[in-house]
T-cell receptor, first 111, second 112 residues
Framework: GENVEQHPSTLSVQEGDSAVIKCTYS??????FPWYKQELGKGPQLIID?????GEKKDQRIAVTLNKTAKHFSLHITETQPEDSAVYFC??????????FGQGTELSVKP | GAGVSQSPSNKVTEKGKDVELRCDPI?????LYWYRQSLGQGLEFLIY????????KSGLPSDRFSAERTGGSVSTLTIQRTQQEDSAVYLC??????????FGPGTRLTVL
């Protein structure tokens, strides 16, 4: 079955700097790759996603890149702000329909 | 509109007791998912309901875990004879059969 690895597990950046989180997946049939943000005490919330027919997608300060050959995808956050501090999860969806999540990255943005 | 709701928000139980966790998905959403999130860990898939199809139970960790979805809407996750290792946050999500899953706030289960 699908396996998703996420790195780093913790990331601390200064406000205004960029943050990059990377994930790899194992199932070459996976076709959908969302990123979720989870704030303390809340459920995860989708922030951006990408499908396997696209190499990059941007939404304001957030971008995701996908390398299907290498089976890895990354989340890029530019001009980080303290409110970006949260746990971020990547996920991959195989043909069966269920999402397999990475272990999460705790991002801390220091003012 | 209302999002996904879960109840109770917190549940403390004694080892060996049964517990029921409830999920109310967004109205009209055909797909419903249960996940388990242990402290500091990722989301572990448990079970997936899609319309009237047989559920995908491949993530249930043991036969003490079961789930139902009545009338294609509300779902109940039942854990029988709870163990301390069952302590976690149980998250429910629903989707319109498409890609984005909308998560509820979770139920924090503590087994003493």
């Amino acid at each position: 079955g699908e396996n998703v690895e996420q790195h780093p597990s913790t990331l601390s950046v200064q406000e205004g700097d960029s943050a990059v989180i990377k994930c790899t997946y194992s199932d070459s049939a996976s076709n959908y790759f969302p990123w979720y943000k989870q704030e303390l005490g809340k459920g995860p919330q989708l922030i951006i996603d990408i499908r396997s027919n696209v190499g990059e997608k941007k939404d304001q300060r957030i971008a995701v890149t996908l390398n299907k050959t290498a089976k890895h995808f990354s989340l890029h956050i530019t001009e980080t702000q303290p409110e970006d501090s949260a746990v971020y999860f990547c996920a991959a969806r195989s043909l069966g329909g269920k999402l397999i999540f990475g272990q999460g990255t705790e991002l801390s943005v220091k003012p | 509109g209302a999002g996904v709701s879960q109840s109770p928000s917190n549940k403390v139980t004694e080892k060996g007791k049964d517990v029921e966790l409830r999920c109310d998905p967004i109205s009209g959403h055909t797909a419903l998912y249960w996940y388990r999130q242990s402290l500091g860990q990722g989301l572990e898939f448990l079970i997936y309901f899609q319309g009237n199809s047989a559920p995908d139970k491949s993530g249930l960790p043991s036969d003490r875990f079961s789930a139902e979805r009545t009338g294609g809407s509300v779902s109940t996750l039942t854990i029988q004879r709870t163990q301390q290792e069952d302590s976690a946050v149980y998250l429910c999500a629903s989707s319109l059969g498409g890609d984005e899953q909308f998560f509820g706030p979770g139920t924090r289960l503590t087994v003493l």
